[in-house]
């Protein structure tokens, strides 16, 4: 299945899209939903110490880890990987959401964010964004939820997978 149809029409963004599914086949994506639900056990979701980097170091470059601030207004970033710095061309660690996503999408993307942090189910987003310099870069990112220490919903942790597209071409899923 083709991630996003797309051709010549397009000329900005498509997307993202977004559902909340447990139907994740990207392998990288796979090894982190897989260590996720390893760790979760029988609770509603695992705690953030209980998650292993080393023992999911290849997925550990394109992992964000963030805190949510007062139930979700906000998300602070804990772990940011070395991988998505590369892409974005960012270092976001220690910064809110608020003072490093542009404005325009911002909305959207916390909104996604609350539904991981409070959903049962894994958020699934993907789309094709438009950057300078590089042009169209296709994204997957998976969401899931993590606990405090004394149980409570307060951080998520994402993985996500970015490539460069060609707009002429169908792009082929990751």
């Not at 007062?70 to 940011?80: A, C, K, N, T």
């Not at 974005?88 to 609350?114: C, V, W």
């Not at 987003?125 to 950057?131: A, D, L, M, N, T």
């Amino acid at each position: 299945m083709a991630m996003v149809s797309h051709g010549p029409h397009l000329n900005a963004v498509e997307g993202p899209f977004s559902e909340q599914t447990w139907d994740v086949t990207v392998p990288g994506l796979r090894q982190l939903l897989d260590h996720w639900l390893e760790k979760r056990g029988e609770r509603d979701c695992p705690r953030w110490r209980d998650i292993d980097l080393p023992a999911i170091y290849k997925c550990a470059p394109n992992i964000v880890v963030k805190d949510a601030v007062e139930g979700g207004r906000d998300f602070r970033v804990r772990f940011w990987g070395t991988a998505v710095t590369e892409w974005l061309r960012l270092d976001a660690t220690g910064k809110l959401l608020s003072e490093y996503f542009p404005a325009n999408g911002r909305e959207q993307i916390l909104k996604s964010h609350r539904e991981a942090l409070m959903g049962d189910t894994p958020l699934r987003r993907w789309g094709i964004s438009v950057y300078p310099d590089r042009g169209y870069v296709a994204f997957e990112t998976i969401t899931l939820p993590l606990a405090n220490d004394a149980g409570a919903r307060a951080h998520i942790i994402s993985m996500s997978l970015y490539r460069i597209v060609d707009p002429n071409s169908a792009a082929p899923a990751f």
